[in-house]
């Protein structure tokens, strides 16, 4: 059942056209909150999430938000506010990129970007929230990270580089804000069945990593959901700086 309170508190998922992002998005919806559904380069996917929240919950919009680019993630939080007439209460950093290259090869460029988008972007637009959560003494700054930032990666060293760093970025958050209310926790996935893992889900490589898992099944995306809802609450506030390991047993660290 939606909490009447939530009205007053605007989530923003980064990263919604599909996925985990797009099932958070809905789900959150469904508890009441207004919510601005992020998109890199998918507008229509993201759109089709906001048609969705509308017809079976409440009001949604959709935003452009390119984490390379502070300028954009100023102007989607500017967009946001305007529409729903309150600045962003909750702000979930899911958006992100992979790319799988051996170490040798991986190039300059790649690395940058890479941080740019999975490090630097997040870090912009905590930093562009705070001031409005500060001064409200109530925030949320969830940021989606993975099991590859906490026991390293072997063809995506760039990505779990800059995943290990938004665990770090989510710690001395909670270390600096906390006390004024705005709660910073992570939520450290594993393997998710979505779209995008059903094509190595036919691979015998994929099935063997399955079956390494404890748990003995991949993560759904209403569970991840749920985790969020639960962190958005003021029941997980005391939750602060933690990293919640969402991966059916993989790492206990």
């Known amino acids: 059942m939606a ?18 992002g797009a099932e958070a998005a809905k789900h959150l919806a469904g508890c009441g909150y207004p919510v601005g559904v992020g998109y890199c380069r998918n507008g229509a996917a993201a759109q089709k999430v906001v048609d969705d929240i509308r017809e079976r919950y409440g009001n949604a919009l959709a935003v452009e938000l390119d ?15 305007k529409y729903f007439e309150q600045p962003v209460s909750v702000l979930i950093n899911n958006g992100a990129i992979a790319q799988e290259k051996p170490f040798e090869t991986i190039t300059d460029d790649d ?6 988008v999975n490090l630097q972007g997040p870090f912009a637009a905590s930093q562009e929230v705070l001031p409005a959560m500060r001064s409200r ?27 290990a760093g938004l665990i770090n970025l989510t710690r001395s958050l909670a270390k600096m804000y906390s006390r004024e ?21 036919q ?11 404890p748990a003995g099944r991949m993560a759904t995306i209403g569970e991840i959901a749920g ?20 991966n059916g047993g993989m790492y206990l660290g």
């Open 203 to 213: 691979t015998s490589a994929g099935q063997e990593k399955v079956r390494n898992i």
């Open 227 to 246: 985790t969020l809802e639960y962190l958005c609450s003021d029941a997980g506030a005391y939750l602060t700086g933690q990293t919640l390991n969402m």
């Open 67 to 81: 984490y390379a680019s502070r300028d954009s993630i100023r102007g989607a939080l500017d967009t946001l506010e």
């Open 111 to 116: 690395w940058a970007h890479m941080q740019a």
């Open 3 to 20: 909490d009447p309170s939530n009205a007053s508190k605007l989530v923003l998922v980064t990263g919604a056209s599909g996925g985990v």
């Open 137 to 163: 003494g109530w925030g949320r700054i969830i940021n989606i990270t993975s099991i590859g930032g906490q026991w390293g990666g072997l063809n995506q060293v760039h990505y779990a580089a800059a995943k």
């Open 181 to 201: 209310g705005v709660v910073s926790t992570a939520v450290a996935i594993g393997l998710v069945a979505t779209e995008m893992s059903a094509g190595e889900l």
